[in-house]
């Protein structure tokens, strides 16, 4: 499987691999790359893959069938072939965003005490589904003070590595209702917010700044009704 480097470190912008393989619809297969791919409402990397002076670029990266990390070029025609040594390079401005974004999830997360059925990152910040009974529909002013108090804070974003096992044993940890963590490696990535994520604690395979003052000032655009007991709840960057 493709070693994914932004899991021990989300600001590498670029890294040299081996191209190992081409999926059916003409995407890269890497041995290693810092291209994070489409997963848990986290849009997938765009960037280039660099070969003998040619720019391959890439649109969006998934994952293929086999769970590998597939980059996909913007436009068809020749890629580097399997066994090149490539340079992939992210489009920074967008990943830096993103991991803003998802960042500022967490401070969602962690200030709306509810399951979480579903969320998603935007070019301008992103949103979170809770399911939320009537009369304990958080108030916009309020969450917004609350989350803004928590980024001016500037806690510290920090992560370890728990077994799988001890992940079946922590399953209060697991906030979202439709998306599981990251298992089935043998181990599971906890990214905390705060000393010992007092702010925030859960399992979490995607992107983030290193510290909440690097969000910047949000602001709580709707909170939506999306179903009987499903509020969607938006936060843009101010």
Not at 105 to 131: K, N, Q, W, Y
Request: proline residues 5%; hydrophobic residues 40%; contains cysteine.
């Amino acid at each position: 499987m493709t070693a994914l480097l932004f899991r021990d470190d989300a600001f590498l912008k670029s890294c040299e691999a081996t191209v190992v393989g081409h999926s059916e619809r003409g995407g890269i297969v890497l041995d290693r790359t810092v291209f994070y791919a489409t997963a848990g409402g986290q849009p997938g990397d765009r960037g280039v893959v660099l070969h003998d002076g040619q720019e391959t670029a890439i649109a969006t990266t998934v994952y293929g069938e086999a769970k590998n990390v597939v980059h996909v070029p913007a436009a068809a025609g020749s890629l580097p072939p399997v066994g090149a040594r490539v340079t992939a390079r992210l489009d920074w401005a967008t990943r830096y965003r993103n991991m803003r974004a998802h960042t500022l999830m967490h401070l969602l997360c962690a200030s709306v005490p509810h399951a979480v059925t579903g969320g998603a990152i935007s070019e301008d910040g992103g949103r979170i589904d809770f399911d939320i009974p009537e009369g304990q529909i958080p108030d916009r002013q309020e969450l917004s003070e609350r989350i803004n108090r928590l980024i001016a804070e500037d806690h510290a974003v920090t992560f370890r590595w728990i077994t799988d096992a001890e992940m079946e044993q922590n399953q209060h940890l697991i906030r979202t209702m439709s998306v599981k963590p990251p298992m089935g490696t043998g181990q599971v990535r906890l990214v905390m917010i705060g000393p010992e994520g007092k702010i925030d604690l859960q399992p979490c395979g995607g992107t983030h700044v290193r510290s909440t003052a690097e969000i910047g000032p949000v602001a709580v655009a709707k909170i939506e009704n999306k179903g009987k007991i499903n509020r969607r709840i938006r936060l843009v960057f101010a």
